[in-house]
């Protein structure tokens, strides 16, 4: 080998240099891909993410917050970044489009009700992220586990109610005890998620029996509309019998006055006479008497006869014929 | 190079490839199984870095709980009724070993868990009323304790027999079978009827009785208020009665004659004809002279 270097020390000279440029070239290239991996570590976590840090598989950092920070490099660090606060929406029934055919595809969204009624519901539940970590590695698929817990619950809460709580007065309860119960599920499953909303969106009777029960929602309209109409009549009704009692009662009273006063003042009209009549009483029996006659006998037809002589009743004829037929007859 | 070169460089390939071999990571969403020409030596479950044996090689399992969907199956229930029923079964490979020497893969897993799940599950529906798996009263729903007990016995089953966990079973959807659903639906149609009817019936027998209680009501104002009245009248008459009787009381005679000729006031008008004879009281003065009135 040294024979062959000693031989070739020209040729060896000339080549030396390009051969340790060689190997320097190659050096600083290293260098800088060395330092290049190392600040490969470097990751940042913005303002809506967490970041969860393992290290050879293993957590190491299960939260990190936003910022700049740094891990070691691939592969002895992963970093994983999640939106800690983002609403997730996973959908429970419901109609989708069916593309191919072009019209809505009723997905299995149909229930049967604690009264054995079938509904069609539609559930939408949003979740968000409460520990990173279960989030990500507890469960294979968190958006179908989150989808079964609340699909779950809501079977059973729906079987022990009547369709028409369901249609009308126990729908927020009914979305209250549902996502209690798909967290409690969720929680036993340790994965990481935190139920936010459940909402019912749609709770509606299948199309074939859906005209009966709009006809019931007309009935039940019906039955309010006469009892409004039945309280009207009372609310009218009521008052004016009172008014129609008031006016009775005034009526009496006005009349019970009118008397009393009335017979006072005959009384002491009658008393006032009665004191003068008896200083004179004869002579006041004769005017009271033809003063009294005087009012009556100008009405009066008057036939005057003697009173030993018979009366002619021609004359009363004679005089009116209608008049004739009528008259009083003689004593 | 030289030939010492040479075997430099390939004892440090062969302990670089010996070194790779033999460290191994496991993530924290899977079980490592560690077997020696086949045979599983031990399960690793901690997640990081660990060392083996060149010579062992890893299998890697999914330790996650994941989701096993059934398909809908019809159970016939102690009455003989029909249900659909589609559940589901939250499950993880606990046991590796034996996961893998039974069952294989993931689907496998599935179709063992859905034998265990469905003797179990239509057993006890069998041996159920609908009315205890769908009812609008609370107390009789016993759905929660049976799957529990299913998950329980499935859950000792799966463990011992394939190395599974099964964490829960639910039933996700109770519904009736297709050829049933038109006759629910003819059943919902009356029963809403029905309920449309009483609602009717319901609001005509309020309004009714709205209405005759007004009624009453009104009567009973109407007729306190004419009891009152009266009274109040009677009493005015009374005590007319009393006022006028103690003054004519004081002079009858007087009372009689003036009252007397007042009633002729009213009686005697202009369709009256009398006759008076001509020695009568007022005439006889006319006929007989000045004399006749002493």
Known sequence: MSTVQTLDLESSAETETPRRLFWTRKRRIAAWILAAWILSGTYIVSTDQQALVTRWGRVVEPRVGSGIHYALPWPIDSVFRLKVNQLRRTVIGGDIPDTVLGRLQP??????????????????????????????????????????????????????????????????????????????????????????????????????????????????????????????????????????????????????????NHATGDASRFEAVAAEYSKAP???????????????????????????????????????PPVSQSGDAPK | MTFKNKFVWLVAAVAAVIAYLSFYTVRETEFALITQFGRPVRTVSD?????????????????????????????????????VIE????????????????????????????????????????????????????????????????????????????????????????????QNKESVFARMRTERERIAMQYRAEGEEQALTIRADADREKE??????????????????????????????KNPQFYKLVRTLE???????????????SDSELLKVLTKGEAAAR
């Open chain 2, 263 to 277: 009633s002729y006031k009213k009686v005697l008008d202009d369709k009256t004809t009398i006759i008076l004879g």
């Open chain 2, 220 to 249: 009973e104002i109407i007729s306190t208020a004419y009891k009152d009245a009266e009274k109040t009248r009677g009493e005015g008459d009374a005590e007319a009665t009393r006022i006028y009787g103690q003054a004519y009381s």
């Open chain 1, 107 to 260: 997905v299995s969204s149909q229930f049967l009700s604690g009264d054995q009624n079938l509904l069609n519901i539609r559930v939408v539940a949003q979740y968000s992220v409460q520990e990173p970590r279960d989030f990500l590695f507890n469960t294979a698929d968190v958006d179908r586990t989150v989808g079964v817990a609340v699909e779950s619950a809501l079977a059973r809460r729906v079987a022990h109610t009547s369709v028409d709580d369901i249609l009308t007065t126990e729908k927020s309860a009914i979305q209250y005890d549902v996502l209690q119960e798909a967290q409690t599920t969720l929680n036993n499953y340790q994965s990481g998620a935190i139920i936010a909303s459940v909402n019912i969106e749609n709770a509606a009777p299948p199309a074939e029996a859906a005209d009966a029960f709009r006809s019931v929602a007309g009935a039940r309209s019906d039955a309010i509309r006469i009892v409004n109409e039945a309280e009207g009549y009372a609310s009218d009704l009521v008052p004016r019998a009172r008014g129609q009692a008031a006016q009775l009662l005034d009526q009496s009273r006005a009349y019970k006055e009118d008397k009393i």
């Open chain 2, 87 to 178: 559940n589901y079964v939250a499950w993880r490979i606990d046991d590796p070993g034996r996961f893998v020497q039974t069952v294989g893969d993931v689907s496998a897993g599935e179709m063992r868990l859905h034998d265990i799940i469905w003797s179990d599950l239509s057993a006890a529906f069998g041996n159920q009323d609908l009315e205890s798996l769908v009812s609008a009263s609370p107390g009789k729903l016993h759905t929660t304790a049976l799957l529990d007990n299913i998950t329980a016995n499935g859950d000792r089953t799966a463990l011992a027999q394939y190395g599974i966990h099964i964490a829960d079973v639910r039933i996700k959807r109770l519904n009736l079978p297709e």
């Open chain 2, 47 to 83: 997640a990081g870095l660990h060392v083996k044996w060149f010579y062992q090689s890893i299998l890697r399992f999914d330790r996650r709980l994941r989701i096993y969907n059934p398909r809908p199956s019809e159970f016939l229930t102690r009455d003989k009724k029909n249900l």
């Open chain 1, 282 to 320: 004869k002579v006041t029996e004769t005017r009271v008497y033809v003063e009294a006659m005087e009012q009556i006998l100008p009405k009066l037809k008057k036939l005057i006869v003697d009173s030993n002589g018979n009366l002619d009743l021609t004359l009363i004829g004679a005089d009116k």
